[in-house]
């Protein structure tokens, strides 16, 4: 995961340059809501500022890293994915769920409730674009936190005291970027923290979004063959050099997929090459013979 840094003001700006009556909607909604005590099933119209936050993330999910292409002509398989989950929430971890059925955290992660986060069905600030693995099929109407449940609420900047335990990238409304409390050992997601909430959370994101799944392993690995080609390449090609050192800056920026991770394995061959070297070799090694990368 990586952090999309804007403001609330330039978010705000730019949904008005999409949809300039997108907001004074939301909040006519958001009142009906309240009226009704939760949320309804109302024909919903945030799919219409849903190219905001493709935009913003640079075509990629919010939580695996996973690029989405097209934005315009396959826009469907960008997902508006509702942070605090707006109709209902339900208990994490659900054993039985294969994914989740023999993690057992040490610490709270909150009881379901009836009510969902209804006050945020139409909050800027509760939206993220996701692929569907990652919002159908894993988020669904799951929240875990440490603290209280507050539903009532309507800012998600005066919800901390919840102790979110899952990372929301988008701004800065979330305290914790997420590569200060995850980075990456080869293919693998792994915490940066050895204890304390720091370290929570990140296990938590990890094992929610099955980050060290086969099907994210496989495609961390070909980046890091690239990388590691293109690497190796601007060694034997001087004449080249430049070329390959653009290639590795724009695989380890923002809008390329699973940068976080490609960040942290150049990094790797910075401090430590020969690691990185056997890791890059024990990885290509696996691509080749079609052998799966996982924990």
């Known amino acids: ?45 945030w799919g219409e500022i849903k190219h905001v936050y493709i935009s913003l993330q640079h075509e990629k999910c919010a939580y695996c890293e996973t690029k989405l292409q097209g934005a315009v002509l396959a826009s469907k398989v960008h997902e508006v994915e ?22 057992k955290p040490a610490w709270p992660t909150g009881a379901g409730s009836k009510v969902g986060y209804y006050k945020l069905a139409y909050h800027h600030l509760n939206y993220a674009i996701a692929c569907t693995r990652c919002n159908s099929t894993l988020k669904s109407s799951y929240f875990p936190i440490r603290g209280k449940r507050d539903i009532q609420n309507s800012d998600p900047a005066n919800m901390q005291k919840e102790s979110a335990l899952l990372l929301y990238p988008i701004s800065s409304v979330d ?10 050992n080869g293919v ?17 994101t990890i094992e929610f979004f099955q980050l060290n799944h086969e099907d994210l392993t496989s495609r961390r690995a070909v980046e890091i ?19 390959y050192e653009d290639t590795i800056a724009l695989m380890c920026s923002p809008q390329s997929p699973f ?3 490609v960040s942290a394995f150049l990094e790797l061959t910075k401090t430590d090459y020969p690691t990185a070297e056997a890791m890059a070799k024990l990885i290509i090694t696996a691509l080749t013979a079609n052998q799966p990368l996982t924990a």
Request: one cysteine or more.
């Open 1 to 45: 995961m990586i952090r999309y840094p804007i403001s609330e003001a330039e978010l705000i700006a730019l949904i008005n340059g999409v949809q300039p009556n997108w907001i004074g909607r939301a909040q006519t909604r958001i009142q009906h809501y309240i009226a009704a005590g939760g949320y309804t099933d109302d024909s919903d119209f």
């Open 82 to 103: 509702h942070y605090r989950p707006k109709s209902e929430v339900k208990p994490w971890p659900n054993h039985k769920v294969v994914h989740w059925k023999d993690f």
């Open 175 to 184: 305290p914790d970027d997420p590569q200060e409390l995850i980075t990456f």
């Open 188 to 204: 693998l997601a792994v915490p940066r923290h050895s204890d304390g909430p720091a370290n929570e959370r990140a296990v938590t």
């Open 225 to 243: 063959r690239t990388l590691w080609f293109a690497l190796q390449l601007a060694k034997i090609n001087p004449q080249d050099k430049q070329l």
């Open 259 to 261: 940068s976080s991770c």
